[in-house]
């Protein structure tokens, strides 16, 4: 294999991890949502909390209003979080509730 096919494979298996590791994002942000945020919006709206991405008179209108209001949150609840653990959240949020266009 020469050079020009190796940075060729290199590319292409840097291509083929990059959904994986989207899922693997979502999937921690799902972990730190749970562990972190529902027990606060289910004493605030009763259920299992997720009724506050729902409901008619959401606040969040945009994805950039989304990061936002996770990390008001984050640092309400005094959470250390770095940043990439605020997109995995916005991520899974995202893909699950608010469907808005990045």
């Known amino acids: 294999m020469n050079h020009n096919q190796s940075l060729g494979t ?3 298996a840097g291509f083929l991890l990059i959904p994986t590791m989207a899922i693997a994002g979502i999937e ?3 972990e730190l949502h749970n562990s972190n945020c529902i027990s606060c919006h ?3 709206l009763g259920g299992d909390g997720t009724g506050i991405y729902v409901r008619e008179n959401k606040k969040i209108g945009s994805h950039p209003a989304l990061i936002k209001q996770v990390n008001r949150c984050r640092d309400s ?3 250390e979080w770095p940043e990439e653990h605020v997109i995995d959240v916005v991520e899974y949020l995202n893909k699950n509730f608010y469907k808005y266009e990045k």
């Open 28 to 30: 921690r942000g799902k």
């Open 42 to 44: 289910a004493s605030m």
């Open 10 to 12: 290199l590319i292409l």
């Open 77 to 79: 609840l005094g959470i």
